[in-house]
């Protein structure tokens, strides 16, 4: 693929700290994730896959080794540094979808938007342009509550690529779903990655998953198969 790596994880290290013990979470990581592309992490229970989506998302450091974004060596940026390129760059999918249940979900997708003080009419146009991508526009104004799952997860999707990140990364996002459920979510990700351009990284167990990635990446006790 002729494309620049928007991350870019050289000779990674990570261990964990238990009581007297190190845990070696990942031990000499090398991964390369480009624009647009849906990348699925597999791999048993411990192998490293939140380790590694902990470190894509900027949420923490490497022991050793580089983590690039975009070309930046993470190392090079102080926290603030970081967490503005989380805020700016990242968007998060959680298995639970995470959604603020008093909000609805027009105000649940233009948070991020809000947050960072984006003009009202803007956010406006851009929320409605989100939730129609995902096919929710006529639940603009439901409660997450009168959703199904899938659809809640989809409010999840538009809320994560609501401030065009570069990289959306996903913990089991597909989890809580049914098996046709969670093709639609798995599609719905692939093709709005492609046509935004955002990475998505995806931790994940389940087989569809890997049937519907652009890439598979499977991990076994801390490295790469
Ligand atoms: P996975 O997401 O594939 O289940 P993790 O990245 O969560 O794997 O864990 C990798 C290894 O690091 C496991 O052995 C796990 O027990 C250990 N680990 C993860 N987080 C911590 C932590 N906060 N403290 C101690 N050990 C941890």
Known sequence: MNQTAIMELHGVHKAYRLGEHLVQA?????????????????????????????????????????????????????????????????????????????????????????????????????????????????????????LSGGQRQRVAIARALIKRPSIVIADEPTASLDSHTADQVLDLMRERGHAEGAAFIIASHDERLTRRSDRIVALLDGKLQ
């Open 26 to 146: 990942l031990r000499g990581v090398d991964l390369q994730i480009q624009r647009g592309e849906l990348l699925a992490l597999t791999g048993p229970s411990g192998s490293g896959k939140s380790t590694i989506l902990n470190l894509c998302g900027l949420i923490d450091r490497a022991d050793t080794g580089d983590v690039m974004i975009n070309g930046v060596n993470s190392k090079s940026l102080t926290e603030r540094q970081l967490t503005i390129q989380r805020r700016d760059t990242i968007g998060f999918i959680f298995q639970s979808f995470n959604l603020v249940p008093v909000m609805t979900v027009a105000e649940n997708v233009d948070y991020p938007l809000f947050l960072t003080g984006v003009p009202l009419a803007e956010r406006k146009e851009r929320v409605a342009a989100q939730l129609k991508a995902v096919g929710l526009h006529e639940h603009a104004q439901h409660l997450p509550d009168a």
